[in-house]
């Protein structure tokens, strides 16, 4: 499909069917009518379910957030309730403070310990990660069970009621309000961040940091970020928590609650904000069900419902691994986003660096990069150099002093047979992999220890050989992750909704991007539902995004069919007329040759030979390399 083919097919704005409004108003309308409860003959019991299931509930979201969304497991978010429930306790009992000021001093305790935690295990990887929450989660436990001035194991009692307007809120029905209030206002919220800028970032973290990273994005950042948000989320429930049982003890605090919050994650549905809910729903009444019924069952009492538990999860994991809410939302689905962005300015387009001469090559500067030379003056020096490029793997050198450089507006192809070194020296140039040794130049400046999204600011992009996405976002949203660090919003500003202008000009300028290479009919559909082929163009429309001056593209045309080799072709060659400089990895020698002002084959991890098309065309060291014979 042609980009003007695409752009006619576009889906009409959503608002507009009919149906939908009453299913993108529900959960407004749910929230109307779960606040409206305690004015409504329902019996004392129920709505101090509802009190427990909403408590849970904000502590569950923090674990949605960094277990299910983030990817970063957590046994720990129970100690960090008891962060939040203790520390109002302690300020509220022996200081008289008013636990409106507590709820701070609630939030910057957590927050402050969330931040330490996470500066010392969030590097760890793998399961050393909630190794080290066990540890952590333990080790706080028992801090609250030994230390004099919380009580020991007795804890603290007379917490005080919250009040509101000197009323005090002592009974269950008027908690509810709070308690509610704040779990709906958490869930808004993390719903709203997660549709934003960071929270394409944060969602992308599941896929691993090379992708995100190469968007100029850094995941260690946004790991930090939501293990702190998830922390004050169990703050928020703890100091709820005290204020709601006006007694506390360690015991609510301990590793088996931390396990259960992350247990009502699992079957809520790990990764959705409503799921918290669902889970938490469950997990109390199924909880409570079993408390009545198992020991009458058994003709012994004990906590029979926790090996109940175990068997649900392990259950859940097998035949229902997304959880309750992936059920609701299959038989519900979410509506299509609404088109909003078409009037929303236009990204301003990056600084480029001059072209050198309109589209060409210039011998001499290819001649500096061939000889590894990068001390040309600054406006006939290549807008790419690689020197010497060398990287090793233990005794592996898979790319042996390799040196090549790329003009402005030039696109050069890095050809040659497999395990020649070809996505290797990608990883270099991009700064996935650290170089054993080498230079690497890029517009005047040294790249080569730079990090991958450091190189992507200064407008490298790039696409993979094995396409790295976000198959759970829609090819739009995951399109507007190259756009990342042309916009500026941050976590604050997303869950307030104060981002929404500068949400609306990314996601038009993702849209533009697939409209140009014929994706725009897509754009709401999962990325994880596509063909390879279109995954492939979906990359090269989120490179784009970035506005580089360099696109790197490893195995573009890799699943394409053909008129779709044609219209990538003439997408390149518009690019190229615009002033952008690619480098192309690409087994296809017909999309090589007719595309390619240069060309670098490799070799062994050595460079071959460099020349146009039609030298390597013609050179019989190259055709003895890809026949395998000697040359
Ligand atoms: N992370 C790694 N650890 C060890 N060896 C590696 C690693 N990455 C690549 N190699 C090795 O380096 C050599 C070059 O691999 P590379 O993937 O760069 O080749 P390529 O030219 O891109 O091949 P292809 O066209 O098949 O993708 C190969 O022998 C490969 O096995």
């Not at 590894?372 to 690689?386: E, F, H, M, S, V």
């Not at 517009?443 to 450091?454: D, F, N, V, W």
């Not at 065309?617 to 190259?622: E, I, M, Q």
């Amino acid at each position: 499909m042609t980009p003007a083919q695409s752009a006619a097919k576009l889906p009409a704005p959503v608002a507009a069917r009919g149906g939908l409004s009453l299913r993108r108003a529900a959960p407004a309308l749910l929230a109307a009518v779960v606040l409206a409860l305690p004015v409504l003959p329902v019996p004392e019991f129920w709505i101090t379910q509802l009190d427990y299931i909403g408590l849970y509930a904000i502590a569950v979201l923090g674990v949605v957030l960094l277990t299910g969304v983030g990817g970063l497991t957590s046994f720990g978010q129970a100690a960090f309730v008891g962060l939040g429930a203790y520390t109002t306790a302690v300020l509220t009992t022996q200081f008289a403070l008013s636990p409106w000021i507590t709820l701070f001093a609630s939030l910057a305790v957590a927050g402050a310990v969330a931040l330490l935690l996470a500066f010392l295990t969030l590097r760890m990887s793998g399961h050393y990660l909630p190794l080290a929450t066990i540890c952590w989660g333990l080790a706080l436990y028992y801090l609250m069970g030994n230390l004099d001035g919380l009580g020991k194991y007795d804890g603290i009692v007379a917490i005080p009621a919250l009040s509101v307007f000197g009323l005090e809120l002592r009974d269950n029905r008027s908690l509810f309000w709070v308690i509610w209030a704040v779990a709906l206002a958490a869930a808004f919220g993390v719903t709203r961040l997660l549709d934003s800028r960071p929270g394409r970032a944060i969602r992308a973290l599941r896929c691993g940091t090379t992708m995100p990273e190469a968007m100029g994005i850094s995941t260690f950042r946004y790991k930090v970020a939501i293990f702190v948000l998830s922390a004050l989320l169990a703050a928020v429930s703890g100091w709820l928590f005290a204020h709601f049982q006006r007694a506390i003890n360690p015991s609510p605090f301990g590793m088996h609650m931390g396990i259960q919050y992350l247990f009502m994650a699992v079957l809520g549905g790990a990764g959705q904000v409503w799921g918290a809910f669902a889970g938490a729903a469950a997990v109390k009444l199924l909880e409570d069900r079993l408390q009545v019924w198992l020991p009458q069952l058994l003709g012994t009492s004990g906590s029979f419902e926790i090996i109940v538990f175990g068997a649900v999860l392990i259950a859940t994991l097998r035949f229902a691994p997304r959880g309750i809410w992936h059920w609701v939302e299959r038989r519900w689905p979410a509506p299509q986003r609404v088109r909003d962005w078409g009037e929303a300015e236009a990204l301003a387009p990056r600084a480029r660096p001059e072209p050198a001469s309109a589209g060409k090559v210039d011998a001499e500067i290819a001649l500096h990069g061939a000889l590894g030379q990068t001390d040309a003056p600054a406006d006939r020096a290549p807008l790419l150099a690689a020197k010497d490029l060398r990287k090793q793997f233990g005794g592996l050198v898979a790319v042996k002093d390799v040196g090549f450089s790329i003009g402005h507006g030039e696109i050069v192809g890095l050809i040659g047979p497999n395990g020649a070194g070809k996505s290797t020296t990608f990883n270099l140039l991009t700064g996935v992999l650290p170089a054993t040794s080498g230079e690497v130049t890029f517009m005047g400046r040294r790249i080569e220890k730079a990090k991958s999204r450091e190189i992507a600011a200064l407008g490298i992009a790039r696409s993979f050989q094995h396409v790295k996405m976000v198959p759970e976002m829609t090819v739009l949203e995951n399109v507007a992750l190259g756009a990342h660090l042309r916009g500026g919003s941050g976590i604050a500003r997303a869950i307030l909704g104060l981002d929404r202008a500068d949400e609306r000009r990314l996601l038009r300028e993702a849209e533009r991007q697939l409209l140009r290479i014929g994706m725009g009919h897509l754009m709401h559909e999962q990325a994880g539902n596509l063909a390879l082929g279109p995954q492939r163009l979906m990359e090269i429309a989120r490179a784009l995004c970035l506005d580089p001056a360099l696109l790197l593209l490893d195995e573009p045309a890799a699943g394409l069919r053909h008129q779709e080799k044609l219209a990538l072709v003439e997408v390149l060659r518009q690019l190229r007329a615009e002033g952008m400089s690619l480098l192309l990895v690409e087994h296809d020698m017909d999309f090589v040759m007719g595309l390619t002002d240069r060309i670098v084959v490799m070799e062994f991890g050595t460079k071959l030979i460099e020349g146009t098309p039609e030298e390597v065309r013609n050179s019989p060291a190259v055709r003895a390399a890809y026949l395998g014979t000697e040359h």
